[in-house]
């Protein structure tokens, strides 16, 4: 899929800036991204980074998914419901690092429409997370359902108690118990 003509300029430059992105004070940080996008809108940031989404989505590259989740927090975006098809649809996908970062995203929506994705979140299993007996990411997630509070999202927490990880089910319990 070739870039569109319209934002090529702006995606390359987003990408090559986001690379540059470093840590203060245990901060992200990337004053150069924000400073070189300062004139363009937030419609016009939000239509640049679905793009690459898009783009990234088909070409599987986890480290352009990373880069425009990045530019996302770094322009202030995350709580864009302009993106909550995205991350939806990324939320599924198991080939980039963000499954965490989209959890976090769904947690300051608090929103109904979300719970499934959620769930099907918390249990996919994806290899990349084996490895992971806090399951940090299914915790996000436990999170996350509390935080909706709704009868679907408690019935979401009550189906993880039903796992055989115990880590998983006390994620579930403690976020049950805060309901």
Same mark, same amino acid.
């Given at each position: 899929?070739?870039?569109?003509?319209? @934002?090529?300029?702006? /995606?390359?430059? /987003?990408?090559e800036l986001s690379k540059k992105t470093y840590i203060v004070n245990f901060q992200l940080r990337n004053?150069?991204?924000?400073?070189?996008? %300062?004139?363009? %809108?937030?419609?016009?940031?939000?239509?640049?980074?679905?793009?690459?989404?898009?783009?990234?989505c088909q070409r599987k590259n986890s480290s352009e998914i990373e880069n425009l989740m990045l530019?996302?927090?770094?322009?202030? /975006?995350c709580d864009r419901f302009e993106f909550i098809e995205d991350y939806i649809k990324l939320a599924k996908e198991e080939f980039h690092e963000e499954h965490e970062?989209?959890? %976090? @995203?769904?947690?300051?929506?608090?929103?109904?429409?979300?719970?499934?994705?959620? @769930?099907? /979140?918390a249990i996919s299993n994806?290899?990349? @997370?084996?490895?992971d007996d806090n399951f940090a990411l299914v915790r996000k997630c436990c999170f996350t359902l509390g935080d909706i509070n709704t009868p679907k999202a408690k019935e979401k927490l009550e189906l993880l108690l039903q796992s055989d990880e115990e880590m998983i089910r006390e994620h579930a319990m403690e976020q049950l118990e805060e309901m």
């Open positions: 899929m070739k870039i569109s003509s319209k @934002y090529e300029k702006e /995606l390359r430059k /987003l990408f004053e150069e991204l924000i400073s070189n996008f %300062s004139n363009i %809108s937030d419609e016009e940031k939000i239509n640049i980074i679905k793009e690459g989404i898009k783009i990234a530019s996302i927090s770094f322009f202030g /975006l970062t989209i959890a %976090s @995203y769904f947690q300051s929506f608090h929103l109904p429409q979300t719970i499934d994705c959620i @769930y099907e /979140l994806f290899e990349k @997370y084996r490895w």
